[in-house]
């Protein structure tokens, strides 16, 4: 019999068991699955199985983790009340093990399905027909309603789930669907109760400038008038794309240097991971180890919230939490359609769930392939004039989600050297709202004719469950500090003090460039033998800034993960998202990394997690318009005395056989 690795997806016939299994134990009553996706198996059983397959031990009768499903649903009683459960499935017995019905103070994350219901209220509500009526859009327009979370709830609110829409118009004269409707905002959020899928009402938020009050709107039918067009796909540009750029490609001929088994085991050099999928983080990376060495559990991006700084209500509810209301990874691109990959690529499926609990495939929601990023090492002998060098190749591991307006391209890489990249790069189009003709704004920038772009902040969170040599570590703090010139220790002036603390409790550190403040992740138990170091792996946290909400906000009290830079906490089963398991309309933050740390968990010599935030406060410029060239952000993991020596020293210097020099005419064209 064939068994599925306890770290791989479910597939699609246990998707549709654990569906069965779910309706089974709520008869005549009507279900709406929201997802359904594996649960990992409490961490002891895994890494029991893992140290079996690793030493090459497992066979049919070896003890296997159980196969567990999360279902999260709502059932729907005879008042039409949706209420949310969750329930965990165990797929060999097709029994369900657990059974919750989740608190009224907590609401499940949006569906696809939510999105077209809003839209399809909208267009049916006399309210917000008769809001549109008192606006005169040009001939050939049509409103455009983008979905988006409520955000935390007001203290006047009701704790229902609510849903709203930020509005535009689009011009559809030209006939091309992909007509930039971003450039033209109206200034109207519907918004609808979600359990009667009613729009109870329309909001009219401010349209004024600096020296305007925060609910000044400027009446006038013709509300569009003062935008233009600003499109960005090619056939749509008034000049075209440029026309003197020649082909760049990527040229494998013997194929790739990774190889794929089991549908997500990775091997590529030394390093060895598996590669998994599911709803809420989008790809997870799994058990990596470099030559046989573990060095990670487990490493996803766990949440990331996006803060809107305009106080004009109802834009101070303007937040986000991508992962959490939304799921990152129902919002995965098919990487097929696009240039998002080069060279020889492996493109891995996923599998989500639709309304009435059927699995549906995502296909080439991840894509792996190899990348060329620079020199890897070099030096040149002067005295004989010989170069060594190599080229720093890299192990890619990527997926992007499309967020309304924005996208997120995220990327684990893998380099010879034994370093981990995770990279966050966002672009796609700012997030817009309507601004009276010729005004400024102190709550944003105007990128376009009547088109204001709301400061705002993008912060990410980083899980990183490390395994150094084991699975027992400790986290180091390492600094380095100016010693003042002094006769004894210091004459010159030029000595500075390396420091190394010690975290003893679940705390947070922030980062502090001044004093290169390095967080190193180490076994306790196992010493380099050259150094006589502890073996490890660090990173410099980015010091990027932190969350700019006052702390007794909504915007602060629901996002405490983003105020700081790195957590350290004790792993717990289940513990995964930075900012709590129920974001959508919080008003705190419940079980995230706040709650781990008041625990105040001894983290020396156990199973810590480290978690880091990092992200960028975007004040937009007018060269974010329409689209945005992508922001990079990079958190490093290195190794850090975990080797003897270099360990990419044996990675062969070749020659790029197909680069040649720029023929003589092309060079002197370039110099005119």
């Keep these: 019999m064939s068994y599925p690795h306890p770290l791989s997806i479910l597939s699609i016939e246990e998707t549709n068991l654990a569906r069965d299994v779910v309706k089974a134990a709520h008869p005549n009553v009507v279900i709406d699955f929201r997802e359904i996706f594996l649960q990992e198996p409490p961490k002891s059983q895994l890494q029991e199985f893992l140290a079996l397959e690793h030493a090459g031990r497992l066979s049919p009768t070896t003890p296997r983790p159980p196969r567990l499903a999360l279902c999260q649903y709502d059932v729907i009683g005879t008042d039409r009340i949706p209420q949310f459960h969750e329930s965990v499935i165990d797929i060999v017995s097709q029994s369900r093990v657990k059974h919750t019905v989740v608190g009224k103070e907590h609401h499940a994350s949006l569906t696809l399905s939510e999105f077209d219901v809003l839209v399809d209220q909208c267009m049916k509500s006399p309210l917000f027909q008769k809001t549109l009526s008192e606006f005169d859009l040009p001939e050939g327009f049509e409103v455009i309603i983008e979905p988006w979370p409520y955000g935390g709830l007001d203290h006047t609110d009701e704790n229902r789930r609510f849903f709203q829409g930020l509005c535009f118009a689009q011009d559809k004269r030209s006939g091309n669907e ?18 009667t899928q009613e729009i109870i009402r329309v909001d009219r938020p401010a349209t004024g400038g600096k020296g305007d009050g925060l609910l000044e709107q400027t ?9 233009k067009p600003s499109e960005y796909v090619p056939e749509l540009m008034p000049e075209g794309t440029r026309k003197d750029l020649k082909p760049l490609n990527v040229v494998q001929p013997e194929g790739p240097s990774f190889r794929v088994t089991n549908e997500s085991l990775v091997e590529w050099q030394k390093w060895r991971f598996r590669v998994a999928f599911n709803p809420r983080e989008g790809a997870t990376i799994h058990d990596v180890s470099y030559d046989g060495r573990s060095v990670m559990h487990r490493l996803a991006i766990s949440e990331m919230t996006v803060p809107y700084a305009d106080p004009r209500p109802p834009f101070h509810r303007k937040q986000a939490f991508d992962f959490g209301d939304g799921g990152g990874g129902n919002m995965a691109n098919n990487l097929s359609l696009g240039c998002d990959c080069l060279g020889v690529i492996k493109y891995f499926d996923a599998i989500i769930t639709q309304a009435d609990g059927t699995a549906q495939t995502l296909p080439n929601v991840i894509c792996l392939h190899e990348q060329d990023n620079g020199i890897g090492w070099k030096h040149s002998n002067w005295r004989t004039g010989r170069a060594v060098v190599t080229r720093n190749r890299e192990l890619v591991v990527q997926f992007i989600i499309t967020l309304a307006n924005y996208e997120y391209i995220f990327a684990y890489k893998f380099d010879q050297s034994g370093g981990i990249t995770v990279e966050a790069r966002a672009t796609g189009i700012l997030n817009v709202v309507n601004i009276d003709a010729g005004k400024t704004s102190e709550y944003g920038n105007v990128v376009s004719g009547g088109v204001l772009a709301q400061n705002h902040q993008h912060i990410f969170n980083v899980r990183i469950d490390p395994a150094i040599d084991g699975p027992n570590n400790s986290v180091v703090v390492e600094e380095s500090h100016p010693v003042p010139m002094n006769a004894v220790t210091n004459p010159n002036g030029n000595y500075y003090e390396v420091t190394k603390q010690t975290v003893e409790r679940a705390s947070w550190i922030d980062a502090a460039p001044q004093l290169n403040r390095t967080i190193k ?28 909400a006052d702390p007794a906000s909504v915007q602060a009290r629901r996002a405490q993960f983003a105020q700081h830079h790195v957590w350290v906490t004790k792993y717990r089963d289940g513990e995964l998202y930075a900012g709590g398991r129920y974001t959508l309309q919080s008003q705190t933050e419940v079980e995230g990394v706040s709650d781990a740390v008041l625990r105040g968990d001894s983290v020396v010599d156990t199973d810590v997690v480290v978690w880091n935030s990092f992200g960028i406060t975007h ?24 080797f ?7 990675v062969p210097s070749n020659k790029n056989v197909s680069s040649r020099l720029a023929d003589s005419e092309c060079c002197r064209k370039s110099h005119i």
Excluded at 219 to 227: E, L, P, Q, V
Excluded at 521 to 548: C, D, E
Excluded at 634 to 642: E, V
Aim: glycine residues 4%; proline residues 13%.
């Design 178 to 195: 992909d007509s930039n409707f971003y450039s033209f905002p109206l200034p109207i959020i519907p918004v609808m109760d979600a359990h």
């Design 219 to 227: 009446f006038k039918r013709d509300i569009i008038g003062h935008c």
């Design 521 to 548: 992740m180490i076994n306790p138990h196992i010493r380099n033998p050259i150094s006589g170091n502890h073996v490890g792996y660090k990173f410099i946290p980015l010091a990027t800034q932190t969350l700019l």
């Design 619 to 642: 004040n937009p410029r007018v060269e974010d318009w329409p689209v945005m060239p992508v922001e990079i952000f990079q958190l490093m993991i290195r190794p850090a005395d975990f």
């Design 644 to 650: 003897v020596a270099n360990p990419s020293l044996d």
